[in-house]
């Protein structure tokens, strides 16, 4: 399991001075790396290594393992753009990539040696709150970053062994939706109405400001996507957060499997909220977060999870009506999306050829039965 901490690098002026002229030379390096693949036709890190590694030391001044890593990944940028004669990859001069050869981390004692063109400098680590509980973690490769605030940041790679799930703990099936953002079998439903407004507002605020095409209008729509990914983010970080501490240690989340969806038909109204909507994303903060805590999230084909009938199992054309599902066979009356919800789960009861005593099943629901009313 990998994360990414990002550290505030504070150093002297002097220090500050030799990462800018670091980050320019490298730049500078790795666009002549670039110019040398396209000249020689080759992207191969190894081949072209013994073109470029003597200027790169020679004229650009850099340390050995700079140079290894300058090469590296200028090679890495233009795999396929030499092959098909594209344009070529330009590096800004914003960051600088260190292994564990051209850094030492301890993130511990909050500090770190890195190397630059004029040597080896020493920086204390501003760790922010929230990272401060990984600092034992393995560490791996960093990124030196210039931000467009100006401040120096070493985002830090570091890993640990994934928390394996038992599955022997709450099962839990999850429907994810619009109107309701999440709904599960446990009775669980998280209304989507207030992000559907928002998201509706970012829509009709980029619609307009695209329609105008001024500078200041392009400038207006790059923070604007900004601000609507960080909502995002933050929803699908509330939403991950509770599926998880619901499910507990050894638990299972079980979802409907999504793939295709963009390319499914809606009607006209909905293309825009399916072709903009996180659902990988909330799949993606689920599993990383189930491999910290010990719960594994597990898919199930979608496949009439909306149209069936929970309780008696009848599959009937005009059963859902909106956010309405009512039974023609047994006359039951439940949100939809609760339905869609315990069918997930039994589906995938099925598909672990569950028992009616394993744990893995909720109180009442055994595998003969259609029935997943776990009342």
């Known amino acids: 399991m990998l994360k990414t901490v990002t550290t505030v690098l504070e150093v002297s002026p002097a220090d500050k001075q030799k990462i800018m002229d670091s980050l320019k030379g490298m730049s500078d390096a790795q666009n002549y790396v670039v110019d040398q693949c396209y000249e020689y036709e080759e992207s191969n890190s190894f081949r072209m290594h013994k073109f470029v590694y003597k200027p790169l030391r020679e004229k650009f001044k850099l340390p050995a393992q700079l140079a290894v890593v300058a090469n590296k990944y200028a090679c ?11 344009k070529k990859p330009v590096f800004s001069g914003k960051a600088i990539h260190y292994d564990m050869r051209s850094s030492t981390v301890d993130l511990p004692k909050q500090s770190a040696s890195i190397l630059t063109i004029s040597g080896r400098i020493k920086a204390h680590l501003r760790i922010p709150r929230y990272f401060q509980r990984f600092v034992y973690w393995n560490l791996r490769e960093s990124n030196l970053v210039l931000c467009r605030d100006g401040v120096l940041r070493l985002m830090i790679c570091i890993e640990k062994p994934s928390t394996p799930s038992a599955k022997t703990g709450k099962v839990i099936g999850v429907d994810r939706g619009i109107d309701a953002l999440i709904a599960t079998s446990t009775g669980c439903l998280v209304e989507g109405k207030e992000v559907f407004e928002i998201k509706k507002r970012y829509v009709a605020l980029r619609s307009r400001l695209q329609g105008k095409g001024t500078r200041s209008a392009r ?3 790059k923070k604007l996507s900004g601000r609507e990914k960080r909502f995002m983010r933050d929803v699908n970080h509330c939403l ?20 295709g969806i963009r390319n499914a038909k809606h009607r006209k109204k909905q293309n825009w909220l399916f072709s903009n909507w996180a659902f990988y994303q909330l799949e993606q903060f689920l599993v990383y977060k189930g491999e910290e805590t010990g719960v594994v999230v597990e898919f199930v084909p979608a496949k009439d999870t909306s149209k069936i009938c929970s309780l008696c199992g ?4 005009g059963q859902r009506q909106g956010s309405v599902f009512r039974c023609k ?5 439940l949100h939809a999306d609760l339905n869609a919800a315990k069918n997930i789960l039994y589906k995938y009861t099925l598909l672990m050829g569950c028992s009616s005593t394993s744990p893995l099943l ?9 029935s997943m009313d776990s009342s």
Do not use: N, Q
């Open 362 to 370: 909720p109180t009442g629901l055994s595998k003969p039965s259609i």
């Open 76 to 86: 890495s940028a233009v795999k396929g753009a030499v092959r098909r004669k594209g």
């Open 314 to 317: 009848s599959l009937r054309t």
């Open 240 to 259: 991950s957060k509770k599926l998880i501490g619901e499910a507990g240690k050894d638990g299972v989340i079980v979802l409907e499997s999504l793939k």
């Open 329 to 333: 066979a047994c006359g039951v009356v």
């Open 219 to 221: 400038r207006h729509l």
